[in-house]
């Protein structure tokens, strides 16, 4: 299969769970693109009601020449229903239109929706084949590939979940003109985070390209998408299941956490969090020993431009890491975190709170 020539294939090599991620303009209407799906007579495309008015009509019309019964569950929007309600929603949709196990579930939307909807996939009847459909810039480079998914708990985030692959990802990158800045800008940070932690002239590549990537210039995103899907496709495939490698995706996203939890979700973005957060990763790894001066200053230079919030919030040194402990890289207690040891190159290392501390007084308050 080879969706429209101007358009690119990034394989997530996984064995018999391997798929491709489809990127370029005008995916979700080129038909190419959804040929070869898993042969079902239901497909189901769970949204919400922000995307479905934008998108869903387009999505349906393609799944309309491959499916006898497409059905849409369209769920209210934001992080707050990425729970076990909106879960139940879509399980009640499954089962009152009695799906069977061959239902392809589709998720048209951000990383709230994929992340919800692969779960769903993953539970109903033991597992269904689903695609995801990202339509957030954060979704394209980082959540609709991989296979992590998740519900919130009120007493964690993404605390319920699976890996659960999906079978295809069609990265449409029309869907993004309509995506708002603040979204937009939260979605690079997560594009900056594959230079310092996997390929350095990446890093330059955005640097020299961020007024054309903050002006949605359809090359510069295509190019920022495939590399960053390339990386993620290059971690994931040696390690799917985090049992060392991929921990480095988590770049900045420690700090980042404690900043999203202190202040309650939904304050502050996540990819906003992870840009701060990545500041804060690369001081450590200066402090460290492992990293020049020069490095920090840097990510901030690049974090600022991007539109992205660099200081943190005042929370005080003993909040940070009070919730910096319940990170899922924690181990035994002990915070661990992404450093940067040389540019394009990461690794975990536990540290001392009180530098810690002088980081986060550095860069917080
Ligand atoms: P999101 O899904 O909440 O989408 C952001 C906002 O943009 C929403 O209001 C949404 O309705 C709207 N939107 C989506 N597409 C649009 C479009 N094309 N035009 C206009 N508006 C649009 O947020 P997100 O940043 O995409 O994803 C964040 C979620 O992803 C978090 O729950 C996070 O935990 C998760 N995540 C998962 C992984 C993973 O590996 N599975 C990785 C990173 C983040
Ligand atoms: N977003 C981090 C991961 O997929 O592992």
Known sequence: MSPAAASHT???ELGERSYPIH???????DPVAWEGLPRAS???VVTNVTVAPLYLARVRQMLQVHYTRVVDVVLPDGEEHKDWHSLNTVFDHLLGQACDRRTVLFALGGGVIGDLTGFAAACYMRGVPFVQL???????????VGGKTAVNHPMGKNMIGAFYQPQRVLCDLDVLRTLPDREYSAGLAEVIKYGPIADAPFLDWIEANL???????PAALAHAVRRSCEIKAWVVGQDEREGGLRAILNFGHTFGHAIEAGLGYGEWLHGEAVGCGMVMAAELSHRLGLMPAGFVQRLRDVAQRAGLPVRGPDLGVPRYLELMRVDKKAQDGEIRFVVIESL???GLRGAPDALVGEVIAAHAG
């Open 42 to 44: 239901t497909a189901v």
């Open 134 to 144: 990202p339509t957030t810039l954060l979704a394209q480079v980082d959540s609709s």
């Open 344 to 346: 394009g190159r990461a």
């Open 10 to 12: 990034v394989p997530i």
């Open 211 to 217: 007024p054309a990537l903050m002006a949605r210039d």
């Open 23 to 29: 990127i370029g303009s005008g995916l979700l209407t």
